[in-house]
């Protein structure tokens, strides 16, 4: 039924926005016809509502705007730090040598490692993270292994039992892995349990363990206890990550390669 509208213009203008959110879109012509009004006033009322942001305008009416998704926690963390995980991972994509099998965790440090890996030729990677396939999926040479499981949306990766199931089904000579947080006494921890479960899957996996951490991660703990420190083979960070600590470390045994 069509409405007759004796009211103010922005009320008018209201109910014409929730006509076209209603409808996703709308002509002018049906708007004019469902609320019997000229066609030059509801002109005018689009204007002002694409005026205000609320609507797009197309030629001949109007339609909602698509509001982006919101973006996952882990591209938001990716400008934290932004050149110090920069260099981490030109560091640590150093290490993998061409054809090599690799494991790459997810978290916003290891993206980097991926993204320098670019460069490289005929590597067979794998990995439990979304950013990581989506860096490395139009590079032909590459073979790109990706572990099934639940999407933990934060992190824009898989975990849970399917992605560990599938972790027993493959070998990589290498592991690099970022952390929530690095402790001398309490090891590598982590602020999430399910994922922290998933990561102890991927270091009990033979190869050797490379952990990515710039200076924030270092000296910290978080909630779920991951693995003693002793697991670590090598440890890539920045300069800014205090000496004491790095000292610790190699009194333990563990490379650190400071970037």
Do not use: W
């Not at 490692?113 to 032909?140: C, F, G």
């Not at 440890?235 to 000496?243: A, E, F, I, W, Y």
């Amino acid at each position: 039924m069509d409405i007759k509208l004796p009211i103010s213009n922005l009320e008018r203008q209201e109910l014409l926005l929730n006509f076209v959110k209603l409808n996703q879109r709308a002509t002018v012509a049906q708007i004019s016809e469902k609320f019997s009004v000229s066609v030059a006033t509801v002109r005018r009322d689009l204007e002002a509502l694409a005026e205000r942001g609320e609507i797009e305008r197309f030629h001949g009416g109007a339609k909602v705007i698509r509001q982006a998704p919101p973006e996952p926690p882990a591209l938001q963390r990716s400008r934290e730090q932004a050149e110090e995980k920069k260099q981490i991972g030109r560091a640590a994509a150093a290490l993998i040598e061409e054809g090599e099998t690799v494991f790459l965790g997810s978290g916003t440090t290891v993206l980097e490692v991926a993204r320098h890996l670019r460069e490289r030729h005929k590597l067979t990677v794998i990995t439990n993270s979304l950013l990581v396939i989506n860096a490395l999926a139009d590079l032909p040479d590459f073979t790109l292994v990706h572990l099934g499981g639940i999407v933990r949306h934060s992190e824009m990766s898989t975990i849970g039992h399917l992605t560990e199931q599938a972790l027993a089904e493959v070998n990589a000579r290498k592991i690099v892995l970022g952390i929530h947080a690095l402790d001398i006494e309490y090891g590598l921890t982590n602020e999430n349990l399910p994922e922290a479960m998933t990561d102890r899957a991927i270091l009990a996996r033979r190869g050797q363990i490379i952990i990515v951490a710039d200076h924030t991660k270092c000296g910290r703990i978080s909630t779920a206890f991951v693995a003693p420190i002793s697991v670590i083979h090598k440890l890539v960070t920045d300069s800014q990550t205090p000496p004491d600590f790095i000292d610790a470390l190699q009194a333990k045994g563990i490379e650190v390669l400071v970037v």
